[in-house]
């Protein structure tokens, strides 16, 4: 059974940083697109980053861009996301996501195949 397992959420005030890990397993993920994701209360699920499975490539909502950072080790078959900076409206549960087609790493909407439990992120204000 293939699982995405996040870790690394908590509660953080404003300004401060966490990191989110995610190990899947079940399969190796080597060459497939990983992303994050997350929900905030009351709104729709948005992509936050995503990162192709060479590294080389990276996508990053408007609003994340030079607080975040996404990451991955191929070799122990983890993604992580480094978040600086945080604001209250980043607060949600994150969702760690695999998808085997780069368009995961594009501006184009798409589902992807596997899906975490997600973590919880809040951010006081």
């Known amino acids: 059974q293939v699982q995405l397992v996040e870790s690394g959420g908590g509660l953080v005030q404003a300004g401060g940083s966490l990191r989110l890990s995610c190990a899947p397993s079940?399969?190796?993920?080597?060459?497939?697109?990983l992303g994050w994701f997350r929900q905030a209360p009351g709104k729709e699920r948005e992509k936050v980053a995503a990162i192709s499975w060479s590294g080389y490539s990276t996508y990053y909502a408007d609003s994340v861009k030079g607080r975040f950072t996404i990451s991955r080790d191929n070799a122990k078959n983890t993604v992580s996301l480094q978040m600086n900076s945080l604001k209250p409206e980043d607060t949600g549960v994150y969702y760690c996501a695999a998808d085997p087609d780069t368009i995961l790493v594009t501006t184009r909407p798409h589902a992807p195949r596997y899906w975490g439990q997600g973590t919880q992120v809040t951010v006081s204000s």
């Open positions: 079940g399969r190796t993920f080597r060459n497939y697109a």
